[in-house]
């Protein structure tokens, strides 16, 4: 076969390609086409929402109930703030739900361009099918392994174990595509937990502790005095030689550690004096001893004061990378959903529906 008889050959292959091809986009949408459009395919509102469309991210529609929902749940995650109410508290409040409204339907747009980025590198993303069915099964088994209980509560949420098994095999993939982005930026360096080391190591010092054990005597809606004669009986009792944590286990109120002999473990004196009002600093070490708290009287045996001290960079090591790893991997994972939001934005595939603003 000559050279000319190969290329003419050839080329009527590549034409019939491109000729499919053009047909395949633009006119009958085979197979390409339909690849394509499917890794951007709008998914559409909850069944039986038929309150208005606010925004459209990729022709996603995000409702007013989508956003009432996500506004609750911000009420209930967030601290109010703490505000001086004065003449101006009205508009103080009315801006604050103005601020939430802003958070919960940005909170919706960037959860959409995340469930896009994530389809669009399903491909490259590892299979998910397996943990979704484990999760799942797990959340079943909530229901006392009732099947039509677990059933009917997903019914309410218009839901089946199918759909939300692939609900959550998408959130494990979005995971997975969030990891995958942001991984090598998450990263410290040696150097740079050296230097965080340095910098906090003071701060990192250990509390000093005691080990003690008590028998506690409540004093709510009791006579104090009474209370206190008894606390000086069981004293003297302990003195005259019996064993501390027989007495706990028969005398003291506090449940919790009555039946392990009245023992707390370690305690930080600071802590206790703030939370309970117990001072246990001037307590002798090793010799049961009447001290009173904001709830009662207490007989306590404590140890000697353990002195906190400094962690070693080794030792304090593995929480300084598992801690700097989250705070660079939580501004990494905030500047790449920036950008995905940029580029929606300048490719004018977010539109607010009421305003008409894009």
Same mark, same amino acid.
């Given at each position: 076969m000559s050279l000319t008889k190969k290329f003419s050959i050839k080329l009527g292959? @590549? =034409?019939?390609?491109?000729?499919?091809?053009?047909?395949?986009?633009?006119?009958? /949408?085979?197979?390409?086409?339909?690849t394509i459009h499917s890794y951007q395919k709008a998914i559409p509102p909850q069944p039986g929402d038929k309150s208005s469309i =606010?925004?459209?991210?990729y022709g996603e529609p995000i409702t007013q109930n989508q956003i009432n929902r996500r506004k609750s749940e911000l009420k209930f995650l967030r601290t109010p703030p703490v505000i001086d109410l004065g003449a101006n508290s009205? *508009?103080? %409040?009315?801006?604050?739900?103005? !601020?939430?409204?802003?958070?919960?339907k940005y909170d919706l747009i960037l959860a959409s361009l995340l469930r896009l980025k994530t389809r669009v590198n399903d491909a490259q993303l590892p299979n998910r099918n397996k943990e979704a069915a484990h999760y799942e099964?797990? #959340?079943?088994?909530?229901?006392?392994?009732?099947?039509?209980?677990?059933?009917?509560?997903?019914?309410?949420?218009?839901?089946?174990?199918?759909?939300?098994?692939d609900q959550i095999t998408a959130r494990?993939?979005? $995971?997975? +595509?969030?990891?995958?982005?942001?991984?090598?930026?998450? /990263?410290?360096?040696?150097?740079?937990?050296?230097?965080?080391?340095?910098?906090i190591k003071d701060k990192l010092k250990s509390p000093s502790q005691r080990e003690v054990s008590h028998i506690f005597l409540a004093t709510l809606h009791k006579d104090a005095n009474s209370v206190y004669s008894t606390?000086?009986? #069981?004293?003297?009792?302990?003195?005259?030689?019996?064993?501390?944590?027989?007495?706990?286990?028969?005398?003291?109120?506090?449940?919790?550690?009555? $039946?392990?002999?009245? $023992?707390?473990g370690f305690i930080n004196p600071l802590t206790a004096k703030n939370t309970l009002g117990l001072d246990l600093s001037? #307590?002798?070490?090793?010799?049961?001893? %009447?001290?009173?708290?904001?709830?009662? @009287? $207490? %007989? #306590?045996?404590?140890?000697?004061?353990?002195?906190?001290? %400094?962690?070693? @960079?080794?030792?304090?090591?593995?929480?300084?990378?598992?801690?700097? +790893?989250?705070?660079r991997k939580a501004k990494? =994972?905030?500047? @790449? *959903? !920036?950008? =995905?939001?940029?580029?929606?934005h300048l490719r004018s595939r977010v539109k607010h529906a009421k305003t008409g603003t894009r």
């Open positions: 292959i @590549y =034409v019939a390609f491109l000729l499919y091809l053009v047909g395949d986009l633009f006119i009958w /949408d085979g197979y390409f086409y339909t =606010v925004v459209e991210v009205s *508009m103080l %409040i009315e801006q604050s739900e103005k !601020d939430l409204l802003t958070r919960a099964q797990g #959340i079943a088994t909530r229901f006392d392994s009732d099947r039509e209980a677990y059933l009917a509560a997903l019914y309410k949420q218009r839901q089946n174990p199918t759909k939300f098994r494990l993939k979005q $995971h997975d +595509h969030l990891e995958r982005t942001t991984a090598t930026a998450a /990263d410290p360096s040696e150097k740079e937990l050296q230097a965080c080391y340095n910098l606390a000086q009986s #069981i004293l003297r009792r302990l003195e005259a030689g019996e064993a501390f944590a027989s007495l706990a286990r028969e005398f003291s109120e506090d449940l919790r550690s009555a $039946h392990e002999g009245g $023992h707390l001037s #307590i002798p070490a090793n010799t049961p001893t %009447i001290a009173k708290s904001n709830w009662g @009287y $207490h %007989i #306590i045996l404590a140890s000697a004061l353990k002195e906190g001290s %400094i962690p070693t @960079y080794e030792q304090a090591k593995p929480q300084l990378k598992s801690a700097l +790893h989250a705070i990494a =994972v905030s500047l @790449y *959903m !920036d950008s =995905v939001l940029e580029e929606a």
